[in-house]
């Protein structure tokens, strides 16, 4: 096996290289994955531990619950490829994730001692986790950021956001007093999403303004007639175009949809809880009934857990 250098990506590098990871998941023989928890088994309510005398629907319940209680913080891939018969090239990868904040949606989920004391000993980043996490967000999720940019009424509820909103809206609008039709003023140090609500939110309360983003922290806005404002609204290269909001705000789901696509091997250890926690986080919340669950098992046919060879070459 050779394997290139593990690689810790966060948001501002994930973008960049999502075509450089398609390329290698689309193309390789099979992936090894394995997930980092806030959490792993909820407490609550007592007994809600699972157990070896648990029957099937019992067991799925209380794994259920405790999806739904905690997140995923880390997310590692290697990527193998055979480069001939006796040797791997392996592409590793640690992918620091974070629940998508955007226009209304919002995400709760707990920490557990035990597991952040875990993740501590062994020098995870909780910085980067926090504030560099790529966001993610499961297809029901996706229908209701749909349905608010479908409204128009775009509404911003995160406090720090709205402060940062409330600040560019007084900036630009004492801009606009004195401005003439064609001048142009730019906006400074807008990070992530604010990206894109300070533009929706300046085109939706300004009828005579149109944005444009200017790098990764920078949005140039510009007083226009209201025709080109018309004309500007129907372009193809609108950096607020639907789709685009989409795509960012979907995240490392983009990733997920591309291993679903390629239906490669998937090879992990222990890993029926992250398998659950794949099918809550970035395909759809996990069903009532465990019987239900079957399309995990249909994106990806493959699954190899080394937890199970392992225990049998033990009892050998």
């Not at 290697?78 to 904040?101: D, G, R, V």
């Not at 372009?235 to 175009?241: A, M, P």
Request: with cysteine; hydrophobic share 40%; charged share 20%.
């Amino acid at each position: 096996k050779r394997v290139e250098g593990d690689m810790d990506v966060g948001v501002e590098e994930f973008e960049e290289k999502l075509p450089r990871l398609r390329e290698l998941i689309l193309g390789c023989d099979f992936v090894g994955f394995d997930m980092e928890f806030t959490g792993l088994h909820s407490a609550f309510p007592p007994g809600g531990q699972p157990s070896l005398f648990d029957y099937p629907a019992e067991w799925y319940q209380k794994a259920r619950r405790s999806v739904q209680q905690f997140t995923v913080c880390q997310l590692g891939l290697s990527i193998f490829s055979s480069e001939n018969s006796s040797k791997y090239m392996a592409h590793s990868y640690n992918f620091f994730l974070f629940p998508a904040t955007f226009g209304q949606m919002d995400s709760e989920f707990s920490f557990q001692a035990f597991s952040i004391k875990f993740l501590t000993h062994y020098g995870f980043d909780f910085n980067k986790f926090l504030k560099d996490g790529i966001p993610y967000m499961n297809e029901a999720q996706e229908k209701k950021l749909q349905k608010g940019l479908l409204s128009g009424n775009w509404v911003v509820h995160s406090v720090i956001d709205k402060d940062k909103v409330k600040k560019v809206i007084d900036e630009v609008t004492c801009w606009m007093s004195f401005a003439e039709e064609g001048e142009s003023m730019v906006l400074h140090d807008i990070y992530g999403f604010q990206m894109f609500e300070i533009q929706l939110v300046l085109r939706q309360a300004l009828q005579d303004i149109w944005t444009v983003p200017l790098g990764s922290q920078e949005v140039m806005v510009k007083k226009i007639s209201p025709r080109e404002r018309w004309l500007l609204e129907n372009t193809f290269y609108d950096s607020c175009r639907r789709e685009q909001i989409l795509i960012s705000a979907r995240g490392f789901t983009n990733l997920f949809h591309t291993l679903v696509k390629a239906k490669k091997p998937l090879v992990g250890h222990n890993m029926l809880m992250d398998l659950l926690h794949l099918h809550d986080k970035f395909y759809n919340p996990l069903p009532g009934n465990v019987f239900q669950n079957h399309r995990i098992c249909c994106d990806f046919p493959a699954c190899l857990d080394w937890l199970f060879p392992l225990y049998f070459a033990q009892q050998a």
